[in-house]
């Protein structure tokens, strides 16, 4: 009972974080005035590492020597902002108005320099300073800000985030021309060191919030924060729980139109998927194409995917109470069919549909790490040439194998990935419950759910809303998508500080114009 008492209640992380996070405060080593005794430091420091790069250089009057890590540093940057500037600089020449780099820094901590040399930066040490240079010399190796493969849309904007997290900065503040956008920088990681930064707009979004996230963000202590999808479990409420809460996005747009409503976005260096939080269950079914289409054919698309996740969830189940208890829910003209292609097979239902599910999960894991023409063919091949033989050799049904396809295309239908993987999850003890209790099985198993989604409060927002609680209001853009200009007003669920927003008003009477 421990688990679905874990499953069933709120869980909130609020209580379990400590209110005051004290970080461990950086060693502090002084750079020393002698330059052999700083060199001798940072490679003893780096445990003599083969990618260490020692330059000494002769600037009239001083002695000097450039320390940095070739394996992430480009040469031709080095060799034209730092060296050909210090060598061919006049005598006496300011050191400081030599270099002209981009970026600059002042270092009297030895270790704070040292940390800069693992981002790329080179160190400039000077006989009889004691302070050091740090030149920013990274080498920038970027991908084309291309729209990502898996949040594909047919209308609207094409580009979407990277590995960078200035890019991804740049692209978020193309579409924000606000003073109010702000951005807070944080390093988590003891081995790692990644670079989190959390956006929002300071009018609009909750202080509280804000105070919430970011002091879940300083409680974590971990080697290892390599990326933003580490951060999930950090930040979730509710580890255990099948249902993502928090919405992962790599399209700018999506970032964008959320940060507008009160929300919170997470981008981390090296990772191209940005965390907006909080959200509510509904938002994993929408799309960006529901935006960028008129308002019939978003609203249709979007109960269409609704219904979707009834279809994938209940439909395997419904067809094994049927066949297992309730025949009489089955028209007449097509019992005698069923029944026919039924009792050949030896096997009851829910082995029918377990070996026919985990059968799909497999092509599709398959079709996922082949490359991309051998996956397509392993997907196609297997489903024709598997579906024909299981059939032929009486091991499944025909009723059975349409059950499977309507549910996996029903599967492929949300937009987001970590909710398609909850559906496909939550289907195998529904079938397992349908096939000990039949109807009263999937019901039970149903409310299970349904009080699951009702409990949910990730950040203190409701999950299930505008649902429960309900909220008719915040339905005309979370079920069904109205018209731009009844949307004069924000959701709800993340307590937004300004819940009016400006859409415009709709002329009366232009209906009728000719």
Not at 121 to 149: K, M, T
Not at 217 to 222: F, P, S, W
Not at 301 to 324: G, K, M, Q
Not at 344 to 366: D, G, Q, S
Request: proline share 6%; charged share 20%.
């Amino acid at each position: 009972m421990g688990f679905f008492s874990q499953m069933l209640s709120n869980n909130r992380r609020k209580s379990s974080i400590p209110a005051n996070v004290n970080r461990t405060a950086p060693i502090y080593k002084k750079v020393a005035a002698s330059l052999q005794e700083n060199m001798t430091y940072v490679t003893e420091a780096l445990y003599k590492t083969s990618d260490l790069v020692t330059r000494p250089v002769h600037c009239e009057p001083e002695q000097g020597c450039l320390l940095y890590l070739n394996s992430v540093c480009d040469t031709t940057k080095i060799h034209e902002e730092i060296l050909k500037p210090l060598l061919g600089s006049q005598e006496k020449a300011n050191i400081d108005q030599v270099l002209t780099a981009a970026i600059l820094k002042k270092q009297t901590n030895l270790e704070t320099a040292i940390d800069l040399m693992i981002k790329g930066y080179v160190l400039l040490f000077l006989e009889g300073r004691e302070e050091c240079l740090a030149i920013q010399a990274s080498s920038i190796n970027n991908r084309s800000a291309s729209e990502p493969a898996n949040e594909k849309a047919i209308q609207g904007a094409h580009d979407g985030f990277i590995e960078s997290m200035l890019i991804n900065l740049q692209l978020v503040r193309k579409q924000i021309n606000s003073r109010n956008l702000v951005v807070r920088h944080y390093t988590l990681g003891k081995m790692t060191k990644t670079e989190l930064s959390i956006v929002y707009l300071n009018d609009l979004v909750n202080p509280e919030l804000v105070e919430e996230i970011e002091r879940r963000i300083l409680a974590i202590n971990a080697d290892n924060v390599s990326s933003g999808y580490l951060m999930l479990e950090y930040l979730e409420d509710q580890s255990f729980s099948p249902f993502p809460q928090i919405l992962q996005t790599e399209r700018p747009d999506r970032v964008v139109n959320n940060l507008l409503e009160g929300r919170v976005a997470l981008l981390s260096e090296g990772t191209p998927a940005t965390l907006i939080m909080p959200v509510t269950f509904f938002a994993f079914y929408q799309s960006p194409d529901d935006y960028n289409s008129r308002s019939l054919a978003g609203t249709f698309l979007r109960l269409l995917r609704l219904f979707s996740f009834f279809i994938a969830i209940l439909l395997p189940a419904y067809y094994i109470a049927v066949v297992s208890f309730h025949y009489e829910v089955i028209p007449m003209e097509l019992f005698y069919q069923i029944k026919g292609s039924v009792e050949k097979i030896p096997y009851p239902p829910i082995l029918e549909a377990l070996f026919m599910e985990l059968t799909i999960e497999l092509l599709r894991e398959a079709g996922m790490r082949l490359p991309a023409p051998i996956g397509q063919s392993i997907g196609i091949v297997g489903g024709l040439v598997i579906g024909d033989a299981v059939v032929r050799v009486g091991m499944v049904s025909y009723p059975m194998i349409i059950v499977v396809s309507l549910t996996a295309i029903a599967s492929f239908v949300v937009p987001s990935h970590e909710m398609s993987y909850s559906v496909r999850l939550l289907r195998f003890p529904v079938m397992i419950a349908a096939s000990l209790f039949g109807f009263l099985g999937i019901v039970f198993s149903f409310v299970v759910i349904l009080i699951h989604l009702c409990k949910l409060e990730p950040f203190g927002t409701p999950y299930f809303a505008p649902l429960a609680p309900m909220r008719f209001k915040d339905w005309k853009d979370a079920i069904v998508r109205l018209p731009f200009w009844k949307l004069n007003e924000r959701p709800l669920d993340p307590h937004p500080q300004k819940l009016n927003q400006e859409r415009g008003v709709k002329e009366e009477g232009n209906d009728d114009r000719g």
